[in-house]
């Protein structure tokens, strides 16, 4: 009862409000032609409608003062005296349409509008449910008049309108009345506050300026639709076309404004929003055409929802739009109009209200460009980034809704996410080893089979707050080893708990570009830091949710570094550079031989098809030892996430059996084999054999590892055995007699790389990534150097000293740049 009295009280307000926005200039009309018996003057109407919009105002801001502190009931029953009154009056109005009553009706909608969003703050959140319904209703009331009886009609039909608003705020107020209370909500966002002492003080406001623009803008659009139809002469109903276009659009804008270009950080989409909305009112101010303006009426209202939608403002919307329809009203009042010739044949006619358009439009353009510039602290930086990711999935966790995972202690167990029923892949690598490319190929194969909604990611940067600390970490002047390793494990706490938990819990694959190796090696292994700090920390950021696979790209530094310079990064890789990316390297390798039912090591340097093979035959088995998600993927989801974290009450498991699974690009399966005894020795690396002890050869099958056991952080444990096995072609599958067959995808030919490389998605990320890293490149130098005056503090011979169960290889004597973070390998 009480939402369909809010239902008749928000319709019945909207479409008096409607009418009056009509009725005004039509009575001003009347009343010039009736006692001056002269032509009617669009600026004096204008001019009028002006009052009803400045009366309507002070209505809305009224109540706040007087009702702030008043107790709920005693609102209602304001709320349902106000609605009487205004009822009365537009009855009043409909049957002596004299301009004094209208101005009364003005004042006292606004205060049964402020009223109602006092009393019932919702109210003001559903503008589907609102604006909707008040603009069918006009609509259709004018639309129908006017097919009947042609322009002037639709004035009377717009009169009868009024007496559908009043009625129904006399139904409302009765409803409202007698109903039962209405239990309060807090109110979240675009609600005028409750009580003044409601408001946020200033600097808890995110842009507060840019939000009151846009819905000047909104106010303008509003106000100036009237003026529009009477100058263009579209009639009533091209003003009911105009309003309804209008609030559509914004009632859309506002409602998927919080999953509106995911990808793009929020202060940068108000600011595309000013853009847009200020570029999209000068257009509607230069179209003559009645269709052509209520589109884009529509779409400057969409781009304020979507744009005010990014904001967290709470105050209230009145201030800006009534600014913007009171300045857009004066600026149209001034009432000329001028003809521009264009060609001997075309002219374009300027008028004081296509000025109102074009003035309103040009400060929402000017305020767009400033905020592009001023809303983040790395100003333009990232520009390119959120214009590439801007519609991308991964970030599609609207603003302020992540669903946070269970809570769980420091070190939490991973029973703390056996609720999550999907499937975790992480890749690791060096950088240029072809992670993301692989990931996409990943998820793209995955898709293709069928496999449901696949989520890829990547750290640092997969979600909103993540790309704002990934800026500082990558974009930035750089910062201390260890606030680094803090804003990397920060990045991805909130990544867990924002984006990769919701979508394990959802049942989806999870592909993720980096985890919690990804430390282990930069921070631990090539910065030096303590091993063991490093792994609490992610394990504490993470609440130990692990990777059901991680997938090791291995590959020689120079050969990256030769792929990452395609990218436009520097080639060069100094003697610290090598360095440091060697133990990066050896950090991975070691990770994975330590843990090999969970890793899998692929020779990334190959052809992306090569690698996809592998990759995609480890994901399809380690698949199928779930519950045959390739066949029926809901159920497919169902296991639990690997228990087992160091630390934590559930042991992790090491029987031994399981193994690291090396892909080489070597031919001949060599299962029995230490990597120094691979096939292809001369391409194998010294690096790889010296880094990964593998005394006890097993059977090197995900399918057969021990169930998704393990933790991600292993303690020291060296009986993990590593396996070589054959990559190319068929022959794979061929030389292990264990394997399903249907669960092994031979390795594509090489032919198949133009394909690959062509996949829309590969391209976007490259181009992503190119923009991004050319960007970080300049910025890298900037670290260097300032990174090289560091050094002599945190560099030295110390360096090979104590660093835990590191990666570093005992004979490793050359001073490690203790500064080189990732920028250095730049
Ligand atoms: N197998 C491959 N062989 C040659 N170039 C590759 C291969 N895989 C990726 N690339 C290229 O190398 C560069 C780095 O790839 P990318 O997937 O972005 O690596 P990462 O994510 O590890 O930095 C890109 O320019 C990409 O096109
Ligand atoms: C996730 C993570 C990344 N990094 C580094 C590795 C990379 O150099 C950089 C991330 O940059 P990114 O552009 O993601 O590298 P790529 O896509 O080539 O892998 O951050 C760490 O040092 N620690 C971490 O925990």
Redesign the pocket.
């Known amino acids: 009862m009480v939402g369909l009295a809010l239902a008749a009280l928000s319709s019945g307000i909207a479409g008096v409000v409607g009418f009056t926005e009509v009725l005004e200039p039509t009575a001003m009309r009347d009343i010039f032609l009736e006692v001056e018996g002269t032509t009617f003057d669009v600026r004096q109407a204008v001019l009028a409608l002006l009052l009803v919009f400045v009366l309507t105002a002070a209505g809305v801001f009224l109540p706040h003062r007087v009702l702030g502190g008043l107790a709920p009931p005693a609102r209602r029953t304001v709320l349902g005296v106000t609605s009487v009154a205004t009822a009365v009056a537009a009855l009043a109005l409909f049957f002596f349409p004299v301009v004094w009553l209208s101005w009364l009706v003005a004042l006292l909608l606004g205060v049964a509008v402020a009223v109602m969003v006092l009393q019932s703050p919702d109210a003001n959140q559903k503008p589907w449910r609102t604006a909707g319904v008040a603009a069918g209703l006009l609509l259709f009331v004018t639309y129908a008049f006017q097919i009947v009886g042609g322009v002037e009609a639709g004035a009377l039909g717009v009169r009868w309108f009024l007496l559908l608003g009043a009625v129904l705020l006399l139904v409302a107020a009765v409803l409202v009345l007698l109903g039962p209370a209405q239990p309060q909500a807090p109110p979240e966002t675009g609600t005028f506050p409750q009580a003044s002492a409601a408001l946020r003080a200033p600097e808890e406001i995110a842009r507060p300026w840019a939000c009151h623009l846009l819905f000047g803008v909104l106010g303008a659009v509003f106000a100036l639709a009237q003026p529009a139809v009477i100058d263009e002469g579209f009639g009533q109903a091209g003003f009911a076309v105009i309003v309804c276009s209008a609030l559509l659009g914004w009632a859309i804008g506002y409602e998927v404004g919080p999953t509106f270009a995911p990808g793009m950080t929020r202060p940068r989409l108000t600011s595309f929003a000013l853009l847009g909305s200020g570029v999209l009112m000068g257009a509607a101010g230069i179209i003559e055409e009645l269709s052509g303006k209520a589109v884009l009426s529509g779409a400057v209202a969409f781009a304020v929802g979507v744009g005010v939608r990014a904001q967290p403002y709470v105050f209230s919307r009145r201030v800006g739009v009534t600014l913007g329809g009171v300045l857009a009203l004066l600026l149209a009042s001034a009432g000329f109009r001028a003809e521009v010739p264009l060609s001997t044949y075309a002219h374009w006619s300027v008028s004081s209200i296509g000025i109102g358009y074009g003035a309103v439009g040009l400060a929402a353009l000017i305020a767009g460009v400033v905020a592009l510039f001023t809303f983040s602290p790395q100003g333009l930086q990232g520009l390119a980034v959120d214009v590439v990711h801007a519609f991308r999935s991964p970030a599609a966790v609207p603003e302020g809704h992540s669903r946070g995972l269970p809570s769980g202690g420091a070190l939490g167990p991973a029973g703390d996410h056996a609720a999550a029923t999907g499937v975790f892949v992480a890749?690791e690598?060096?950088?240029?080893?072809?992670?993301?490319?692989?990931?996409s190929l990943l998820a793209e194969h995955l898709r293709s089979r069928g496999l449901g909604p696949v989520t890829v990611t990547r750290e640092p940067g997969g979600t909103e707050a993540g790309r704002a600390m990934r800026s500082v970490l990558l974009d930035g002047e750089g910062v201390a080893a260890r606030s680094e390793a803090l804003l990397f494990a920060a990045d991805r706490a909130h990544h867990v708990a924002a984006l990769v938990g919701p979508a394990l819990e959802r049942g989806e694959v999870v592909i993720t570009?980096r985890y919690i190796d990804s430390s282990l090696s930069y921070q631990a292994a090539g910065r030096e830091l303590p091993r063991d700090e490093i792994a609490q920390l992610s394990r504490w950021a993470t609440e130990g949710l692990v990777p059901h696979l991680t997938i090791v790209?291995d590959i020689d530094p120079q050969t990256?570094a030769a792929?990452?310079a395609?990218?436009g990064e520097q080639n060069h890789l100094d003697s610290a550079d090598i360095e440091f990316r060697r133990r990066v390297r050896e950090s991975f390798l070691d990770l994975a031989a330590k843990e090999p039912s969970r890793y899998i090591v692929i020779d990334?340097?190959?052809?992306?098809a090569?690698?996809a093979a592998d990759v995609h035959a480890a994901v399809d088995r380690l698949l199928s030892t779930r519950a045959a998600p390739q066949v029926r993927p809901d159920q497919a989801r169902s296991a639990p996430v690997p228990p087992g974290v160091p630390g934590s009450a559930v042991p992790a498991d090491h029987s031994g059996e399981a193994v690291t699974t090396v892909l080489d690009r070597g031919g001949a399966a060599q299962s029995a084999h230490p990597p120094a005894d691979r096939s292809t020795p001369d391409r194998s690396t010294p690096d790889r054999s010296s880094a990964t002890p593998h005394p006890a050869p097993a059977t090197p099958n995900l399918a057969q590892a021990p169930k998704q056991t393990g933790p991600v952080l292993p303690t020291d444990q060296g009986e993990a055995a590593t396996t070589v096995i054959p990559t190319r072609g068929s022959e794979s599958a061929a030389v292990r007699p264990d394997e399903e067959p249907t669960t092994v995808l031979p390795g594509r030919p090489a032919a198949e790389e133009p394909q690959f490389?062509q996949t829309k998605s590969?391209e976007r990320?490259?181009a992503q990534?190119?923009i991004e890293r050319r960007a970080r490149e300049r910025l890298r130098q900037a670290r260097m150097r300032s990174s090289g005056r560091e050094r002599p503090q945190n560099s030295g011979p110390q360096n090979s000293g104590p660093q835990g169960p590191g990666p570093q290889e005992p004979g490793s004597q050359e001073p490690g740049p203790r500064d080189d973070g990732p920028g250095r390998r730049r």
């Open positions: 890749f690598g060096a950088d240029g080893s072809g992670k993301s490319t692989q990931a570009d790209l990256a792929r990452t395609s990218r990334a340097d190959r052809t992306a090569q690698i490389r590969r990320l490259q990534a190119e």
